[in-house]
């Protein structure tokens, strides 16, 4: 929807607007469209399996009705590594970038350059919506304008973001993750190009890493 409204208002592919507002500012080559298929591109794998025993995922996620519910399938994002679904440019999952990339994109959304309004951050995330849940995890998501924020309420793991209350930002399909953190300002993102049927894996991995890069502003 956000593509078509997108192509309405500007009278331009939607590709190019992403392009043009978004990435490049951040001097970030295209990461949607035919142009990706220039780029560097590891293969995606699926490995592992999905737990036999309720009680193992029931163990991480403390409880069972947060046990997480796929809403996108493994096969579906297998289809990445075809280049005419990549070229395709499919919003809402299709950008192809490496995690420095994604970073730097990060940081002109809490440092904006000219292509954004000097005081877009407080309008673009400083309302926070709680209407709308979190499918996967099913806690309040905390949406805002362009992504989630991590929130006061202690459920920052489960919306894939660290624990400063102002993290803003989205968890990619198979553990992909990136955010920013206007007061302290870091932007942060790990991508990775296997995934695991096991979402303890990804689940896991996200809290830990955050942990550690929450750690590292402290010390």
Request: one cysteine or more; hydrophobic letters at 40%.
């Amino acid at each position: 929807m956000i593509g078509e409204l997108l192509q309405t208002l500007n009278g331009r592919d939607y590709i190019d607007v992403v392009h043009e507002r978004v990435v490049a500012p951040a001097g970030v080559d295209r990461l949607l469209g035919p142009a990706v298929n220039d780029r560097d591109f590891f293969g995606v794998r699926s490995i592992g399996e999905f737990p036999a025993d309720p009680a193992d995922l029931i163990a991480t996620y403390g409880r069972a009705d947060l046990v997480p519910e796929a809403t996108i399938g493994h096969d579906a994002l297998l289809t990445v590594n075809h280049p005419a679904v990549r070229a395709a440019g499919i919003p809402g999952g299709g950008g192809v970038c490496n995690a420095a990339e994604a970073a730097l994109i990060y940081q002109t959304f809490i440092h904006p350059t000219g292509a954004l309004p000097s005081d877009w951050l407080a309008d673009a995330v400083g309302t926070v919506r709680n209407a709308s849940v979190n499918v996967s995890d099913k806690v309040p998501a905390n949406r805002t304008l362009i992504a989630y924020t991590s929130g006061h309420d202690g459920w920052h793991d489960h919306r894939w973001l660290p624990a400063p209350p102002r993290t803003f930002g989205h968890a990619g399909m198979g553990g992909q993750l990136a955010w920013a953190d206007p007061d302290s300002g870091i932007s942060f993102a790990f991508v990775h190009d296997t995934l695991h049927v096991d979402p303890r894996v990804e689940f896991i991995r996200a809290r830990d890493l955050h942990r550690l890069v929450t750690a590292s502003l402290e010390g």
